[in-house]
Nanobody, 124 residues
Framework: QVQLVESGGGLVQAGGSLRVSCAAS????????MGWFRQAPGKEREFVAA????????YYADSVKGRFTISRDNAKNTVYLQMNSLKPEDTAVYYC?????????????????WGQGTQVTVSS
């Protein structure tokens, strides 16, 4: 059973940085794609970034390109989202997701496994 546990959320001022983590367990994730999504109050969940576990190919939403970096640590079975130059509009619950595939996935319905989310709040 795949389990995803996010951590690292919190409150940060605009312009600051924060790193959220997603600890994955229950499988060998070398054949998985991992994604980060976020959901702000009153809005739909939106794609943020994705990484293919094998090879480390990454893909970003335009809204975070150049500010956010997704990465993975094979030894720790953990995926990270480093967020720099944060803006108030980045405030949301951030979710980790996983799917066994080689394709880079950007749509919510394409992912099979989800974490419980971690709150990120950016103050102005």
């Amino acid at each position: 059973q795949v389990q995803l546990v996010e951590s690292g959320g919190g409150l940060v001022q605009a312009g600051g940085s924060l790193r959220v983590s997603c600890a994955a367990s229950g499988r060998t994730f070398s054949s998985y794609v991992m994604g980060w999504f976020r959901q702000a109050p009153g809005k739909e969940r939106e794609f943020v970034a994705a990484i293919r576990w094998s090879g480390g190919v990454t893909y970003y939403a335009d809204s975070v390109k150049g500010r956010f970096t997704i990465s993975r640590d094979n030894a720790k079975n953990t995926v990270y989202l480093q967020m720099n130059s944060l803006k108030p509009e980045d405030t949301a619950v951030y979710y980790c997701a996983a799917r066994e595939t080689i394709a880079i996935l950007t749509r919510e319905f394409q992912y099979e496994h989800w974490g419980q989310g971690t709150q990120v709040t950016v103050s102005s």
